[in-house]
């Protein structure tokens, strides 16, 4: 297993593509101590200063492309777990991949799968994880929703040993993944998820849904249940809890 490690890129889904490119092992991963234009999902920019831990890790697996978006709820869990065990925090997953503390964002992640003729060829997942850095100091709009573990526990966490340790839970539970296990980690996800039971609207190009969800299926696809009772399953789209 090889890690790139950068002071300074553009991002580093984009690094790990090129890595992807050129014949990259799976398991590769790229940190960045700074990104100059981080993404977020959706187009989104995603700021990240010094004191983030910004990372990418190439994956190969073989699945179809359509179980893709498992491997972003597989990386929640690790997630979730890391800052549970590592930080004693509270933590929370909305649908389909932000870590939340209380109704702050703490972590992002954006996973590409890239898909050739014969089926999905690799795919990249970034992590983007608020550490040492001072939301206060985020410009208005992206402060409001969000937070740092800085922030949270009021002093610094040295990366290093959270990287690792995230990156020991995420190796288990891919682990698991490749050999099938995939209840386990749905049934974990559920668990963290404060998605499920909830109301809530997504929004998705065409307009916004809103209704109660329900549950999620085995490829990882939100399932909601509308006013009138039936039910529709959402695969993308931008997730707003309501009581
Ligand atoms: C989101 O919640 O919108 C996803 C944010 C993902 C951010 C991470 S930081 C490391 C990796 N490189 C990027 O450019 N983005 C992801």
């Known amino acids: 297993q090889e890690i790139y490690h ?3 890129v553009d991002s580093t889904n984009n690094v790990a593509k090129e890595l992807a490119e ?14 100059r234009r981080g993404k977020g999902r959706r187009g989104k920019k995603w700021l990240s200063p010094s004191g983030g831990v910004w990372m990418t890790i190439i994956l190969r697996p073989d699945i179809p492309t359509s179980q893709a978006p498992l491997l972003t709820l597989l990386t929640g869990v690790a997630v979730a777990e890391t800052l549970t065990h590592e930080c004693g925090l509270d933590v929370g997953i909305k649908w389909p991949n932000d870590i939340l503390i209380g109704d702050k964002k703490v972590c992002g992640i954006l996973t590409e799968a890239i898909a050739r003729k014969g089926g999905l060829d690799y795919v990249v997942v970034g992590i983007g994880i608020d550490l040492n ?22 002093k610094e966490i040295p990366g290093e040993k959270l990287v690792q340790n995230f990156l020991l839970n995420f190796e288990n539970l891919y682990q698991n ?13 559920r668990s963290l998820s404060t998605t499920i039971g909830s109301t809530v609207e997504v929004k998705k190009r065409g307009g916004t849904i809103r209704g109660e969800a329900v549950g999620i299926t085995r490829d990882g ?3 909601l249940e509308m006013d ?3 039910l529709r399953k959402i695969i993308s789209g931008e ?4 009581k």
Do not use: M
């Open 6 to 8: 950068y002071s300074e």
């Open 22 to 35: 050129k014949g990259a092992v799976e398991g590769t991963i790229v940190i960045a101590e700074s990104q």
């Open 133 to 154: 850095v001072d939301v206060d100091e985020f410009p208005p709009d992206l402060r409001k929703g969000a937070t740092s573990l800085k922030n949270e526990l009021e």
């Open 177 to 189: 993944f490749k050999e099938g296990q995939l209840s386990e980690i749905l049934n974990q996800w």
């Open 221 to 223: 696809i939100l399932i």
């Open 228 to 230: 009138d009772g039936s």
């Open 239 to 242: 997730c707003t809890h309501y």
